[in-house]
């Protein structure tokens, strides 16, 4: 299972996470920061899980593309 | 001469207190996002607007709120938001790069200061810009001849911004010079996928660096491996030659920076503008300003190309070569208002009388003072150490928020 986490707050709007990961991330048009789909907000730490491993690559891709690391990828 | 209009950084409210305690007569700052200094994690929010305004409003000084990245479709709603909330926080003016902000700004009727990274570097964009702003920054690699030429002509030709005022001037008088074009980078991009022009500059230019030939593996010998990190811009000593220049507004760098830094630029620059207003600016003035400027974070000084300098005025360390460095003692616990005695813990090292203390909060600002009289533990002792509660005569306020530092020489590595 692929478990995804945005620390949304911290974003700067950046892009590079919907260019790399564009089925898991969108940018918001009503704040200018990355929205993680189908997330669950925890305290402003964002969730999403997904038992698709294919997806692993594009948000592992994201995560180091992030200027501000606010993303983290784990495969478990 | 016309006074000019000292311009100072905030990054927080410390660094905002400092300015307004030491003579900005405007301040700079941005909202978390879309503004150069989008990394920092010492950003104002939305919400502090109608505090920041209320502040510098109580000391008639100008806000100005930076919106000066580049700007993506995503980000049009929030341009505008910020724009909205700066406009009903009464917020002076909007610096800006993208010309999405500039019509945003325009539309809902906020002033507009263009930003140096539009690159202003002829008159006839100076006009061109007339028709939307009323004060602009210059491109920094101008010198002040050419500075000159074009405040005259706005002079002559009348250049009027949307104000129906002429159109000011603005230009960089003090802090960081980087590598870039007038602020415009990829360097961080390129390295680091970290894009400067949305405020997330690694600041990777500041590293050594080695040339070598690919082909011989020929390593070229540098006297200085920081190749692409300039010193830092100072404009104290040649202030009168800016001031001729026909500018009206000086901009001091640094909304990174501590709040005693803010604090001790802008005092020296306050007097040494005061200085030429009252013709008393001299040379023994500038070497004791100059000494001030080099306490705080530096990386060397240089006059930039206003005089149209030759290059090589590469800084020779990564760091700061400040004279001066400030060492956490402890934190604030009560001020005594009538008796104006500050109560301290201290958390670590130790304070003695002869010792020069840094406070500094968001409301206290930044404050500097020699111990001239302690008691320790309600005992008269020299020295305070860790776990003691001290209590010091103070000219200034404090509050539990604030923080207590000492001032010690800083031995620096070059």
């Known amino acids: 299972m692929v478990v995804i986490t945005l620390q949304r707050n911290k974003c700067i709007g950046c892009n590079y996470c919907v260019e790399l990961a564009p089925n898991q991330f969108q940018m918001s048009k009503k704040d200018g920061k990355s929205v993680l789909l189908h997330a669950k907000d925890k305290k402003g730490f964002f969730t999403a899980k997904s038992n698709d491993d294919i997806i692993f690559d594009a948000c592992d891709k994201a995560s180091k593309a992030c200027p501000v690391n606010i993303i983290s990828v784990k495969n478990i | 001469m016309q006074q000019i209009e000292l311009m100072a950084p905030a990054g927080n409210f410390e ?19 879309l503004n150069m200094r989008a990394r920092a994690s010492i950003n104002f929010t939305l919400d502090d607007l109608p505090e920041i305004s209320k502040r510098c409003k109580a000391k008639h000084v100008r806000t100005y709120l930076t919106l000066n990245t580049i700007i993506y479709d995503h980000d049009l709603s929030i341009v505008k938001t910020l724009v909205k909330k700066a406009k009903e926080a009464d917020i002076t003016a909007v610096i800006a790069m993208d010309q999405a902000v500039i019509a945003c700004a ?81 360097m961080s991009l390129h390295s680091q996928n970290s894009s400067a022009n949305r405020g997330a500059c690694k600041q990777n230019c500041r590293k050594k660096y080695t040339v070598i030939d690919q082909e011989t593996g020929f390593e070229m010998e540098l006297d200085n491996e920081y190749i692409m990190s300039p010193k830092d811009l100072c404009t104290i000593d040649i202030l009168d030659q800016v001031a001729e220049s026909g500018i009206k507004v000086l901009k001091i760098e640094g909304r990174g920076r501590a709040p005693e830094y803010v604090a001790r630029v802008i005092k020296c620059y306050r007097n040494a503008i005061d200085s030429l207003e009252n013709n008393t600016y001299d040379k023994e003035k500038v070497v004791s300003w100059m000494q001030e400027l080099e306490k705080v974070y530096n990386r060397g000084f240089w006059n930039g190309y206003y005089l149209g300098q030759k290059l090589g005025e590469w800084s020779n360390g990564s760091g700061s070569h400040a004279t001066q460095k400030k060492v956490y003692i ?14 301290f813990k201290i958390d670590a090292y130790d304070v003695s ?3 020069t203390i840094l406070v500094t909060g968001p409301t206290t600002g930044a404050k500097e003072m020699e111990v001239n009289e302690m008691l320790v533990n309600d005992e008269k002792l020299l020295t305070g150490s860790k776990g003691d509660t001290i209590t010091i005569p103070l000219e200034f306020r404090i509050r539990p928020s604030d923080k207590l530092y000492k001032i010690v020489e800083n031995k620096v590595e070059v």
Not at chain 2, 154 to 159: R, T
Request: proline content about 1%; aromatic content about 8%; some cysteine.
């Open chain 2, 106 to 186: 325009r539309e809902l009727g906020l002033e507009v200061h263009i930003s140096t990274q539009i690159n202003i570097t002829n008159i006839e964009t100076v006009k061109f810009y007339a028709m939307f702003a009323d004060t602009m920054v210059l491109s920094r690699e101008l010198s002040l001849r050419q500075v000159k030429k074009i405040t005259e002509a706005i002079e002559k030709e009348q250049i009027k911004g949307p104000s129906g005022k002429l159109v000011e001037i603005e230009v960089f008088g003090h802090g960081a010079l980087c590598m870039a074009v007038s602020g415009k980078c990829y």
């Open chain 2, 353 to 355: 009388i002869g010792d």
């Open chain 2, 15 to 33: 660094s905002l207190q400092a300015a307004l305690d030491n003579g900005a007569d405007s301040v700079y700052f941005g909202v978390e996002q």
């Open chain 2, 330 to 343: 402890g934190k604030g616990v009560h001020f005594y208002t009538k008796a104006k005695i500050g109560e």
